[in-house]
């Protein structure tokens, strides 16, 4: 079983504590987000979890606690979440010059095949446009060129509750021109970094991007020593070639406040202590 620590909420984040208790007690249960009443239980232990991927903004909080769970013996990588997006955007993360040293400690201490970045979602308004992207992915990719292997890239995705929530935002939908330049300009500035350019639920091969797999069997088999079976997970999206895995967080509960996210029906507002 990989344990998806979690694409409905941001648990190294917010919920670490909460996290460790449930690996010491070795069992969760976990709601079914469309199905209230149903509830499954799951047997936690490194025998019954062949890999944890945590999803994160900011892993800071759990890394306190990384020494527990490698005593443990648990196997994991992180997605790191690592956009250039300013408060008005991303409301409630610490400064992004902090992040990034956050990324790199990270990786000093874990090893840059376990921690994978994220530039996602790409968004578009008058003033972030291809060229300001370009730029921007230029200086995260040259700080952060040594401490991961690859980077992960997707374009917004409008549902109902993200438009809403991004109301007056001034972020609209790009033409194929715009997500044309960007592909074309990020490929370029990985393979100078020497990084892996993957994407997550898109179709940009005609880039020369591949599609990636965010749970990924075979980063956990290079991680874990363990040869998993092969499958796409059929509770995610059409293009989405994850390995099956079970989400353990819960929707509306990330309080980082990111407008554009999906997995909260509102926008947080509350600020967090830094």
């Given at each position: ?9 941001d648990?190294p984040?917010?919920y ?8 010491k ?7 079914n987000?469309?199905?209230?009443k149903?509830?499954?239980?799951l ?21 306190v ?8 013996g ?6 790191f ?25 990270l990786?000093r ?30 200086i ?7 401490f ?5 890239v ?13 109301a007056g935002?001034?972020i ?35 880039y ?20 998993l ?10 293009l ?34 830094r």
């Open positions: 079983m990989i344990l998806s620590a979690s694409r409905r909420t648990i984040a917010f670490g504590d909460w996290f460790l208790e449930a690996l007690k070795g069992s969760l249960s976990v709601r987000p469309f199905n209230p149903q509830i499954r239980t047997v936690l232990s490194p025998d019954t979890v062949d890999c944890i991927v945590f999803w994160t903004k900011n892993p800071a909080p759990l890394m606690r990384l020494p527990e769970i490698d005593a443990m648990y196997r994991y990588y992180f997605q979440t690592l956009n250039p997006y300013g408060r008005e955007i991303e409301r409630n993360l610490p400064p992004k010059s902090g992040l990034v040293r956050v990324f790199q400690r990786s201490r874990i090893g840059k095949e376990r921690v994978v970045w994220r530039y996602d979602p790409v968004l578009f308004t008058p003033a972030l446009d291809p060229d300001w992207h370009a730029a921007q992915f230029r995260l990719a040259e700080r952060l060129a040594g991961t292997e690859r980077c992960v997707s374009f917004l995705d409008f549902y109902r509750k993200t438009e809403r929530n991004m935002s001034g609209f939908p790009p033409d194929g021109s715009m997500t044309a330049a960007v592909a074309e300009a990020f490929l370029r500035i990985a393979g100078e970094n020497g990084l892996e350019l993957r994407s997550c639920c898109e179709t940009l091969a005609r020369g991007i591949p599609a990636g797999a965010c749970v990924d069997p075979d980063r956990i088999a290079r991680i874990s020593g363990k040869s079976k092969r499958g796409k997970d059929a509770g995610q999206r059409k989405c070639h994850c390995a099956p895995s079970v989400d353990i967080g819960s929707y509306n509960t990330c309080p980082a406040g990111c407008i554009y996210c999906y997995a909260n029906a509102k926008a947080a507002e509350r600020k967090i202590p």
